[in-house]
Nanobody, 115 residues
Framework: QVQLVESGGGLVQAGGSLRLSCAAS????????MGWYRQAPGKQRELVAS???????NYADTVKGRFTISRDNAKNTVYLQMNSLKPEDTAVYYC?????????WGQGTQVTVSS
């Protein structure tokens, strides 16, 4: 069984930074894709950024240039460095692992950006 545990969320002022971490445990296969999604109140869950086992990345247009996704394959951990945060970045951020046609989700971590 695979488990994903996120950490690093919190409250920050607009223009500030946060770094999210997501550690995967259990049976992890390669190749895989890990990613960060977010869901704001009343909105659908959306992709923020994703990264493959070989570190190919993909970003939502709304976060390009501000957020950076990275991973440490030895630790099965993915990170999301968020800079220049805006109030519209406020959401619950979820980690996702996709491997061998299965997907796994973390429990989510709240990010709140005050204006």
């Amino acid at each position: 069984q695979v488990q994903l545990v996120e950490s690093g969320g919190g409250l920050v002022q607009a223009g500030g930074s946060l770094r999210l971490s997501c550690a995967a445990s259990g049976t992890i296969f390669s190749p895989n894709v890990m990613g960060w999604y977010r869901q704001a109140p009343g909105k659908q869950r959306e992709l923020v950024a994703s990264i493959t086992s070989t570190s190919n990345t993909n970003y939502a247009d709304t976060v390009k240039g501000r957020f950076t996704i990275s991973r440490d394959n030895a630790k099965n951990t993915v990170y999301l460095q968020m800079n220049s945060l805006k109030p519209e970045d406020t959401a619950v951020y979820y980690c996702r692992l996709n491997q061998r046609f299965k997907e796994y989700w973390g429990q989510g971590t709240q990010v709140t950006v005050s204006s």
